[in-house]
């Protein structure tokens, strides 16, 4: 028989937190350093990018475009259409907040930047010619309809939610994204 040989060549000495792969079959290792790619089943791991990720990377989502996000623990979620080559920032620090007014009372009512959480996982679901991108956070869920410009929270019915902020104190590691009914 075969025996098993190590694979991760490449790969720094730290904690994976995520896996992902294309369609074509290159892989993605989320790290708490940055991205990495392999283009060889795992036998070998180079740095996915050079640029703003270089952080700890939490979470890892290819939807089905090919599209890569990456959700660190700082909140911030980036997305790269090339395979991890560029990246462009989704939300997280540096992006704009959205104008006040009834948000200061009814804030969970309106999309506004992800909040500075950690980001565990990444879900993506067509509906109706438009991607919805959901996260599952240290706060609970958040979901997007504009591709990650802004989230909402989406935590009601969650164990300890804050009315006020739409937060949950409920860690959400694992999410699935179905289309219900017809």
């Known amino acids: 028989g075969k025996h098993p040989r190590p694979a991760g060549i490449g790969l ?7 896996l992902a792969s294309t ?7 989320g790290t708490a350093q940055d991205v990495f790619r392999s283009t060889d089943n795992g036998a070998s791991w180079q740095p996915a990018a050079t640029g703003p990720l270089q952080q700890n990377v939490t979470a890892l989502l290819v939807d089905d475009r090919d599209w890569l996000y990456a959700g660190t623990e700082r909140g911030g979620i980036y997305v790269s259409q090339d395979e991890g080559h560029l990246w462009a920032q989704m939300s ?7 104008p006040r007014g009834f948000k200061k009372w009814l804030p969970f ?3 506004g930047p ?7 996982y990444l879900a993506a679901h067509p ?3 438009r991607r919805v991108l959901f996260a599952g956070t240290d706060d609970g869920v958040y979901r997007s309809l504009d591709l990650g410009s802004t989230w909402q929270p989406s935590n009601f019915n969650m164990p300890e939610l804050d009315w006020k902020t739409g937060q949950a104190k409920t860690v959400v590691r694992s999410l699935v994204a179905v289309q219900r009914g017809a």
């Open 12 to 18: 720094p000495k730290v904690e994976v937190h995520a």
């Open 23 to 29: 369609r074509a079959g290159t892989y993605f290792a």
């Open 92 to 98: 997280g620090e540096g992006v704009a907040r959205p």
């Open 109 to 111: 009512l309106f999309d």
């Open 114 to 120: 992800l909040p500075k959480t950690t980001v565990r």
């Open 127 to 129: 509906q109706g010619g």
